[in-house]
């Protein structure tokens, strides 16, 4: 006979850790706040959210006003910019989308407190609710809901969901997509679409900002949401 040993070996799944940018990325955040002052923001609000313009020779973000991505404890896990030479050019992102709750280091305790959120498609619909008093807004970087965002949601146990992306034809088939999305998780009351106002042409919330009187419109929006 023939003496057979086996070995026990445990294999442990790996984890991916989300990647770090290390703090000193935010010295190259140049305190040039035209773009975004010119589309209503105020430089109170573009420095809580410790933006900047970014014009380092050598760098992916050159000439972007760029956005860093902070997560609950205060790390930076990405960076998003946008051009101020060529408004065409889509938002840039770097770093793991699919892990970012924007802008939850500056507000986690308000929708929290509210139980209620206000889903917005990008940073600019972020920072003109905000101008407004209205904070408890979260970005979703594009039309779909991230995993990490729908768990904070979950976590929290979020009582109203504002859908509220571009009032727009695509925007308007993201909404309703993401409504379907959100009903397996939540119930019906919990969840409403309500898109910016559709005035004059404008289809977000920034548009809307920098029309004559844009601020008492979006807070009238708001009270009535």
Same mark, same amino acid.
């Given at each position: !006979?023939? *003496?057979?040993? &086996? ?8 984890? =991916? %850790?989300? +990647? ?59 960076v998003c910019g946008r051009s101020v030479i060529d408004h065409k050019i889509k938002s840039k992102a770097?770093?793991? !989308?699919? *892990?970012?709750? &924007? ?8 929708? =929290? %407190?509210? +139980? ?77 679409i309500h898109y910016p106002p559709l005035i004059s042409g404008s289809k977000d919330f920034n548009q809307?900002?920098?029309m004559e009187g844009g601020k008492n419109i979006i807070k009238n929006w708001n009270i009535k949401g």
């Open positions: !006979k023939r *003496n057979v040993s &086996f070995v026990s070996v445990v294999t442990k799944p790996r984890l =991916k %850790q989300t +990647k770090l940018f290390d703090n000193k990325v935010l010295v190259y955040f140049l305190p040039i706040h035209n773009y975004f002052i010119g589309r209503g923001i105020s430089i109170e609000t573009l420095q809580r959210f410790k933006g900047g313009l970014v014009q380092k020779q050598d760098s992916r973000m050159k000439d972007r006003y760029c956005f860093p991505i902070f997560n609950s404890i205060g790390e930076i896990v990405g770097i770093g793991e !989308k699919k *892990n970012w709750v &924007f802008p939850a280091f500056l507000n986690s305790k308000i929708i =929290k %407190q509210k +139980k209620e959120v206000i889903l917005v498609e990008g940073i600019p619909d972020v920072l003109s609710l905000f101008e407004c008093g209205i904070e408890n807004v979260l970005c979703l970087f594009g039309t779909e809901c991230s995993l990490a965002i729908l768990n904070f949601l979950l976590k929290i146990d979020i009582q109203k969901i504002y859908i509220s992306l571009n009032n727009d034809e695509p925007g308007q088939a993201a909404a309703e997509k993401l409504e379907n999305k959100f009903l397996r998780y939540f119930d019906k009351r919990v969840i409403q809307i900002l920098v």
